[in-house]
């Protein structure tokens, strides 16, 4: 949707580095993911430079005398650290790079302040599953709700309030996999498989249909605009339309519901707030004549709930 938005504005025909800027924009959001994974690693190291400034105060009072580093030794935090895949990471997207190491600071205080982490730090003994359990935690109410990191990162991720809630979503739940998977298996995925072939393919593909029938997919449109030129009409609404009927008409296995309730849900966070209504009349006229005329071939999955 958003680098069929860029490429619209822009007006050009040729759409030839299309495919290339879906890619870049793919891996953009990749190098954020690993950015977030590396202010996680940042944060649970902390505790160590924080037991040292303890250490080295002339009056120490309890709490300073009492310092649980057990965080450091993260043992999910160890096994991603220790792989050559981390290492090789660690090194293409020059990560250290985008770490401030103040933002480090606060965020490792506004964690220590935390009852999460005091009861954290009173298990003598954390299982695997204390131990993702803690890094969910900072990964979502400490890392992810940081405005200071935020403005930090927007300066170098132009795509960043699109993409942080699915960077950290998709972190928290790889995490989990931690307590179930042998440590090769899941650096393995929790590194090497961030995004999977056949999404990177759906996404070519949904782009590559609509780039081929954009006369047919306005041909089928405007009419059911009744009076409202398609050039009045919200370019983002527009494409968010056509997007849904490329899935109405090409892709068999997608049930239509769920074409139509992804691209209203879409349009709530990118389009005005008339959006909603207007795209959900449009698909659902769209849908039924398109359904009448049997244009429509569903199979499979695509059969649920059509």
Sequence with gaps: MQVLFTYELSEKEDSGGLEKMLMSR??????????????????????????????????????????????ASNSCISAIQQSEAYKFILKKYSLSHHI??????????????????????????PTKGDEVEILRYIAKKIIGTSADLDEYLAERFMNL????????????????????LDKETFVEDFLNN????????????????????????????EPRLKNWDMDRVALMDIILIKLAIVEFLYFPYIPLKVSMNEYIDISKEYSTEKSKDFINGILDKTMKGLNDNGKIKKLGRGLINN
Excluded: M, P
Aim: net charge negative.
């Design 26 to 71: 793919i891996d953009k959001t990749k190098e954020l993911y690993y950015v977030y994974l590396q202010y996680l690693i940042e944060v649970c190291q902390y505790v160590l430079v924080d037991a040292a400034r303890r250490e080295n105060k002339y009056i120490k009072d309890q709490e300073d005398l009492n310092i649980n580093t057990q965080l």
């Design 100 to 125: 401030d190491n103040k933002l480090v600071r606060d965020l490792f205080n506004t964690l220590e302040a935390s009852r999460k982490y005091v009861n954290y730090c009173e298990i003598a003994k």
């Design 161 to 180: 309030e699109d993409d942080h809630f699915i960077s950290l979503h998709t972190l928290q739940k790889k995490l989990k996999d931690f307590v179930e």
């Design 194 to 221: 961030l995004e999977q072939d056949d999404e990177i393919n759906f996404s070519k593909e949904l782009i590559n249909n609509y780039l081929s029938n954009r006369e047919t997919l306005e041909k089928i449109i």
